[in-house]
């Protein structure tokens, strides 16, 4: 179907979809904060599963779309790649908000557990890649158990909701997660909630588009696989992210900012799961190469750094966590053009 394209159409097409990503993502942080205020389930908790999965539906479409492809470079590097470009997006949000250090102003014990649920998943997933090369019905192991990992961190999110067993440090620069008192509570569930699907089946068609261009320019214009999943595929299909989360930040709505990146990286590392259910040929953690799996240890750091901002929570800039986050980007972006 995309064969026959020319080069420059191809990238008219892949700036289009960015496009449709882009403007669909604002829309969704909206319909998200009324969600989380007329469900009462919060912003952490909003934007850590609904937010962050919906965010994330053009990365799995495209993920997987790549594995049916055969390219499981594309597919496992634009996950991983996913995780690190979100995670640096709280950097950038960190800039946005002057007031205080993100981090600290959004203090929430879901976006803790969050964030250590991600360390798991990734760790696990290098795991899988390091150990023995094992497949039933052409899927790894690890797959599912990362499934089932999500499901119960998901699970403890919501029980840590309702019977929080300690709870962060109160301070003057500590945003408090209250409901807007604009009569956004009291909004018709059902009709947010199918507006909230239909961006979401929209975001989705344009993953899909992002990837089969994706493969086209890579091979038209000799770029490795890896740099285009995991830097050019990755940064587009993550500008839900980027704009919600900025977009959070300007309704002051700080815990669904930080809740929707690491909610959103938790279910980015599902991509994983359901590539390597669409890769036939066997386990997609040994098709991978030592690039791919580079990008996935600095996506596995970059969550320890930020989860250690989360809990030292400096109170200004963006602190020394955010500092760190750049570097370690920086360096992942170097290391795959070296």
Not at 24 to 51: K, N, P, Q, S
Not at 90 to 114: F, I, K, M, T
Not at 270 to 297: K, T
Request: hydrophobic letters at 55%; proline letters at 4%.
């Amino acid at each position: 179907m995309f064969d026959g394209l020319s080069l420059p159409l191809l990238l008219a097409i892949f700036a289009a979809a960015g496009l449709v990503i882009l403007l669909c993502g604002t829309r969704l942080t909206g319909i998200a904060d009324r969600l989380a205020d007329t469900t009462g389930l919060g912003e952490a908790l909003v934007g850590g599963i609904l937010l962050g999965a919906a965010t994330s539906l053009p990365g799995l479409v495209a993920s997987v779309t790549a594995a049916l492809d055969g390219h499981p470079a594309i597919a496992a590097s634009n996950a991983a790649g996913g995780i690190a470009a979100q995670t640096l997006f709280l950097v950038l949000a960190d800039l946005v908000y002057r007031r205080a250090n993100l981090e600290h102003a959004a203090a929430d014990q879901n976006n803790l557990l969050s964030a250590a649920l991600l360390v798991i998943m990734l760790a696990l997933a290098l795991g899988g890649a390091f150990g023995p090369e094992v497949a039933v019905g052409g899927v790894h192991p690890v797959s599912i158990l990362l499934i089932g990992v999500y499901v119960v961190g998901t699970r403890r999110a919501v029980l840590l909701r309702d019977a929080p067993m300690w709870q962060p440090r109160r301070t003057t620069e500590t945003r408090e997660d209250e409901p807007e008192d604009d009569g956004t509570a009291e909004q018709p569930l059902v009709p947010l909630l199918l507006q909230f699907a239909a961006l979401g089946v929209v975001v989705a068609v344009a993953g899909w588009l992002l990837a089969k261009t994706g493969v086209q320019i890579a091979g038209r214009a000799g770029v490795g696989e890896t740099v285009v999943g995991g830097l050019m595929i990755a940064l587009v299909t993550s500008l839900p992210e980027l704009v919600t989360t900025l977009a959070a930040v300007r309704r002051g709505a700080l815990q669904l900012a930080v809740g929707g990146i690491i909610g959103g990286n938790t279910f980015d590392a599902l991509f994983l799961s359901f590539a390597d259910i669409a890769y036939r040929p066997g386990s997609i953690y040994h098709a991978i190469g030592a690039g791919d799996l580079f990008i996935i240890v600095t996506g596995l750091c970059m969550t320890g750094v930020l989860l250690f901002g989360l809990i030292v929570r400096d109170r200004r800039g963006i602190g020394l966590e955010g500092g760190v986050m750049l570097a370690l980007y920086a360096a992942m972006v170097w290391v795959q053009f070296a």
